[in-house]
């Protein structure tokens, strides 16, 4: 039975079983006899047909070899029960109806099929791509950058080596002798024709004697030692006092033995209490003997102790013919010659308090009062000491000082003089008794009555009339021979700094900075040493580069010295070509 027009009609498989190449003909078979050849449609055009259950829904068709879209399936409405077939209500069986192929009128040839929709992604395909390939591009950029710095900081790492690498070390070379000679001829001194005679000026670490110097008596030239000690076993700072210290029963002892005996003293009490300085004075300036005393047993406790110590500072200075049996200088046995003598007051005067005490012209003690200094020269003529001595063994002793002022700087000049003459000695006139005869008849016989007095206590009217003038006289001499030693100039040349590069040498000036100049007796040797610090080349003008050092005696002159010029450096050109 023909179906009914819009029915969806089954149909068998062709021979290929594929429903796609079935027809539609819209319900009415083809007639086998009438029908031709048929021509299949292409692929695109055939019709998926497919028939949809009753109540079911019934999907779109679309072209064979696509994808089913995307969209959701539209659903039609359900058409009901299909009609009763009246074969089948007959009881009559229907054979299948294969309907004919549907033949496409000849066309134009239609558009291939698009290619399949990959699934969907959140992310489309060409974008990941590109993605990807910015990333490899990245890479290889990172990659370049990283290689390129290397290479770039490997140059700069070796440029800079290079460039910093060391240079040799300038050379130093000092230009400045080991010594010279003080110019000038040597002074004829004017020695004492009898004694001794001695000169020194510390300063210039120069001394001269007479001659030969046997160890004579000094009298009270040994309180030089004798104050040397005190002062270094008890500092008494210049200007102020010092400890204070009493007068013993000893002291008191000592001062009446003396004033017995006609020695140069003071008077002390007991009970009294005196200064180290006030004792000091009274022992260099009015040279009493007694003060001697009290001040070796106030120190060493005994005058055995003290006269120790005497001794071993004399040997400490190199006053080797010099020997002390007690503190005052009264003894005979204490001797000397004038050249230790000296070597003992360069080590007194260089305490500020001994060149104090012995330039006073006076002194103020509590029971003397007001007393001249016994060295009548201090004040005159520039002199500013220091001591005299005088026993009949003695005879006269005199220790000068004063100073040379040479360019605003003071230059001490001592000299000694020893065994000196004295004038004679005052003898007492000799005394004529008469004594009456016991008869009347006798005439008167005069009787003379000599009074005996030891030579030693003769009094001897101004000592040191000749001993003076002597020690005056080659005072100024020793004076007068000082002369001014120019050890530098600034600008002078004191060495050369000598940078070596290339090949070459290239040197730079170092100079004194200032003059420097030492006080010299003619013919002394004065030492010169230049000490020179390293300086690295490329070193500026005016760089300090050390010292020059002058030297006689105590005197240092230390005279700084710079560069006059640059020491050449190379370029950092030639330094990164040369290396």
């Not at 076993?233 to 000592?254: L, Y």
């Not at 009094?459 to 080659?474: G, H, N, W």
Request: net charge negative; charged share 15%; aromatic share 4%.
């Amino acid at each position: 039975m023909p179906a009914a027009v819009g029915e969806e009609v089954a149909s068998d498989p062709g021979p290929s079983g594929d429903p796609a190449s079935a027809a539609v003909t819209g319900g009415v078979p083809p007639d086998p006899v009438t029908a031709g050849p048929t021509t299949p449609l292409p692929t695109a055009a055939v019709l998926d047909i497919t028939a949809a259950a009753p109540g079911s829904a019934t999907g779109t068709a679309a072209p064979t070899g696509r994808a089913p879209s995307a969209a959701p399936a539209t659903t039609t409405p359900d058409p009901g029960p299909p009609a009763p077939d009246p074969a089948m209500a007959l009881g009559v069986a229907t054979p299948p109806v294969t309907p004919p192929p549907v033949t496409a009128p000849p066309g134009p040839p239609a558009d291939p099929a698009p290619a399949a929709a990959p699934p969907p992604t959140d992310r489309p395909k060409g974008r990941r791509h590109s993605r990807t390939h910015s990333r490899r591009r990245g890479v290889w950029w990172i990659a370049g950058t990283v290689v390129l710095v290397a290479l770039v900081a490997t140059a700069a790492v070796v440029g800079a080596g290079r460039i910093n690498r060391p240079l040799a070390q300038p050379t130093l070379a000092a230009g400045v002798p080991a010594s010279f000679v003080a110019a000038g001829a040597q002074p004829d001194l004017p020695w004492p024709t009898t004694g001794q005679g001695a000169v020194a000026l510390p300063s210039l670490g120069y001394a001269a004697q007479s001659g030969a110097e046997p160890s004579v008596p000094v009298a009270s030239l040994t309180k030089l030692t004798t104050a040397l000690v005190i002062l270094r076993d008890h500092p008494v700072a210049a200007g102020t006092s010092g400890p204070s210290i009493p007068m013993t029963a000893a002291d008191v002892a000592e001062y009446e033995y003396e004033e017995a005996n006609d020695e140069s003293n003071i008077p002390l009490r007991l009970g009294e209490v005196l200064t180290e300085r006030q004792m000091l004075e009274a022992l260099l300036v009015r040279s009493a003997n007694d003060v001697a005393y009290s001040l070796a047993l106030w120190d060493a406790g005994s005058l055995p102790a003290f006269v120790a110590k005497m001794n071993a500072t004399a040997a400490a200075l190199g006053a080797a013919s010099s020997h002390y049996v007690d503190a005052s200088g009264y003894e005979p046995g204490s001797v000397s010659t004038a050249a230790d003598c000296l070597r003992v007051a360069a080590a007194d005067m260089a305490i500020p308090t001994f060149a104090e005490i012995v330039d006073m012209t006076s002194v103020d003690l509590p029971l003397v009062g007001t007393e001249p200094n016994i060295v009548s020269e201090i004040g005159t003529d520039g002199i500013i000491g220091v001591k005299s001595g005088y026993t009949s063994q003695a005879k006269a002793g005199l220790v000068l000082a004063a100073n040379r002022t040479i360019d605003g700087r003071p230059v001490l000049v001592l000299a000694a003089v020893l065994t000196q003459p004295v004038p004679a000695a005052i003898v007492p006139p000799t005394t004529t008794t008469t004594t009456t005869p016991a008869s009347a008849h006798a005439p008167p016989t005069p009787t003379t009555t000599t009074t005996t007095i030891p030579a030693d206590d003769l009094e001897v009217p101004d000592v040191f009339r000749y001993a003076t003038p002597v020690a005056e006289s080659l005072l100024g001499a020793a004076q007068s021979a000082v002369v001014q030693v120019t050890v530098a100039t600034a600008g002078q040349t004191a060495g050369v700094v000598t940078a070596h590069w290339g090949g070459h040498s290239y040197p730079a000036k170092v100079v004194a900075t200032r003059g420097a100049w030492v006080a010299a007796w003619p013919g002394q040797r004065v030492s010169a040493v230049a000490k020179l610090a390293p300086v690295p080349p490329g070193s500026r003008s005016g760089r300090p580069v050390g010292r020059a050092i002058f030297a006689l005696g105590d005197q240092i002159e230390a005279v700084p010295l710079q560069l006059a010029t640059t020491v050449q450096e190379p370029s950092w050109w030639w330094r990164l070509v040369h290396g």
